[in-house]
């Protein structure tokens, strides 16, 4: 059974790199989903796929480069979006 997680990252996450950061990281698992900027300030990001690797993929994006920039991270589980197929940057 599939897992997927919507996560809120909240404090200096926008101008960082941190969509593109966010997409080499998911490289490495076998997940889809997005990230994007949201007006407010804050990064969305989607992953879904075997609950294991998106347990690891982002626990991968809290150990990155990016963790100096995030203040607040809230997740919560989801039901599978249509179509995911890879994981994109969406603006």
């Known amino acids: 059974m599939?897992?997927?997680m919507q996560?809120?990252?909240e404090?200096?996450?926008q101008g960082v790199g941190?969509?593109?950061t966010a997409r080499r990281?998911?490289?490495g698992f076998d997940v889809a989903g997005y990230v994007r900027n949201l007006p407010d300030g804050r990064v969305e990001l989607v992953a879904s796929g075997e609950p294991d690797e998106v347990d690891e993929f982002l626990?991968?994006?809290r150990d990155s480069e990016l963790a100096g920039h995030i203040d607040n991270e809230l997740a919560a589980a989801v039901a599978?979006?249509?179509g995911l197929r890879g994981f994109e940057i969406r603006t």
């Open 80 to 82: 599978a979006p249509a």
């Open 11 to 13: 404090g200096r996450v």
């Open 2 to 4: 599939g897992k997927t």
């Open 18 to 20: 941190f969509r593109y």
């Open 59 to 61: 626990a991968a994006m």
């Open 7 to 9: 996560v809120f990252y």
């Open 25 to 27: 990281v998911a490289s």
